[in-house]
């Protein structure tokens, strides 16, 4: 990931990630299953969307890139919702951002913060800093 300002030495675990792009690199050997699901990916792009709702999909989707064992499932809820915790994730906290796709979501928590990757740090950097554990 790019920042056009200082990356804070931080580790940051929640909505602000990036995903797998349709433009990464595929493994060289997929099997017929996963190459027609990349090849129904690439014909509808908007696919892509419906893969991200579904676990077992989504799975699936990350199989099918060299670098996919870098990349983890994050469930999230919408304020509010009460929905329940799928088996096989926690709770980890509460974010604001912009709603994912299927190549990430923008945190405001995040950028506005913590990590000032795209708009930048109150001057100094201290403004949050006991928010973040500094």
């Known amino acids: 990931m790019r920042c056009l ?10 909505t602000r990630r990036m995903g797998i792009y349709l433009a990464d690199k595929l493994k060289r050997k997929l099997t017929e ?3 027609e699901l990349a090849k ?4 509808d792009f908007t696919f ?6 579904n676990e077992s999909f989504a799975l699936q989707y990350i199989e099918l890139f060299e670098d996919g064992t870098h ?9 509010g919702v009460k929905d329940e915790i799928p088996n096989g994730y926690k709770f980890i906290g509460y974010d604001v951002s912009y709603p994912c796709d299927y190549s990430g979501a923008f945190s405001i928590i995040c950028d506005c913060m913590f990590i000032c990757c795209w708009h930048g740090c109150d001057k100094g950097e201290k ?4 928010d973040f554990g500094n």
Do not use: G, H, T
């Open 5 to 14: 300002f200082r990356q804070a030495p931080k580790i940051y675990n929640a």
């Open 33 to 35: 299953e996963q190459k």
């Open 40 to 43: 129904k990916i690439f014909d």
């Open 48 to 53: 892509v969307d419906a893969l991200k709702l």
């Open 71 to 79: 990349f983890e499932l994050i469930w999230l809820r919408n304020s």
């Open 127 to 130: 403004m949050f800093a006991s």
